[in-house]
């Protein structure tokens, strides 16, 4: 009787973090290929803020001091905004790896006959594999966690 009610608790639990991992793991795969979309965009931003800031270098050699400088400002500004936002970003990737990271040590969903159910994600890995991003950070993630 006992074995029985061992075996309904370990299904119910392993059928609750396949039902998890399943709800979630779409929504965090999305979630990261917009952290990289931003990162990406926020490059080409910084770059092209290099870019002015060099050019503003020059006209404000060549133009009154006060025109130039209010510009200067808001660029120097805007600049430091966008240092903010691109931390910000990065904190968030590094989140999505430790969440990748916990998602691996989630157990393997198993079947009524005990074996392992075969469930691929989008990305060809099983539902338990770390991505390689998350495999290099994870060991750090993990004393993160433990703190």
Do not use: F, W
Request: hydrophobic content about 35%.
């Amino acid at each position: 009787m006992v074995g029985k009610l061992e075996n309904a608790t370990s299904d119910g639990a392993s059928a609750l973090a396949a039902g998890l991992e399943q709800l979630l793991a779409p929504v965090v795969t999305e979630c990261d290929q917009q952290v990289e979309t931003v990162l990406a965009s926020q490059n080409v931003l910084s770059e092209n803020i290099d870019r002015v800031t060099q050019i503003l270098a020059k006209l404000l050699e060549s133009t009154p001091e006060p025109v130039v400088s209010s510009q200067a400002a808001k660029l120097s500004d805007i600049r430091r905004r966008i240092t903010g936002l691109s931390n910000n970003v990065y904190g968030l990737q590094e989140r999505l790896q430790k969440l990748h990271a916990l998602r691996a040590r989630l157990p393997v969903p198993l079947s009524a006959t005990g074996e392992p159910l075969a469930q691929e994600t989008e990305g060809g890995q099983e539902p338990g594999a770390v991505p390689e991003e998350a495999a290099s950070d994870s060991a750090s993630g993990q004393e993160e966690i433990g703190k």
